[in-house]
């Protein structure tokens, strides 16, 4: 099993930044399986879709949608951070971690980000 906690989310102003991070523990054997971690974001009445994901070789992918603004890293095995820069209203959502792990799918609890016009 494997627990993911993310932090660093707010309120910032249009054209602010926040930088999210999200933290992996639990079974070593887990955590040392996870080959993607990501970022994934909800906002009222829409479902949850894809921000950023990196792979464990450094490969990353990221939503048309923040692509330019939104940079994802990954410190080591069980750790991620996503910078986000230039920040829209229309990015006011929960944002989610995720971890995959073999056949795993692991989620954080959310944490809020809002973005004031």
């Known amino acids: 099993q494997v627990q993911l906690v993310e932090s660093g989310g707010g309120l910032v102003q249009a054209g602010g930044s926040l930088r999210l991070s999200c933290a992996a523990s639990?079974?070593?054997?887990?955590?040392?399986?996870?080959?993607?971690m990501g970022w994934y974001r909800q906002a009222p009445g829409k479902q949850r879709e894809l921000v950023a994901i990196?792979?464990?070789?450094?490969?990353t992918n990221y939503a048309d949608s923040v692509k330019g603004r939104f940079t994802i890293s990954r410190d080591n095995v069980k750790s991620t951070v996503l910078q986000m820069n230039s920040l829209k209203p229309e990015d006011t959502a929960v944002y989610y971690c995720n971890a995959k792990s073999g056949q795993h799918d692991y989620w954080g609890q959310g944490t809020q980000v809002t973005v004031s016009s």
């Open positions: 639990g079974s070593i054997v887990s955590i040392l399986s996870i080959n993607v």
């Open positions: 990196i792979s464990r070789d450094g490969s």
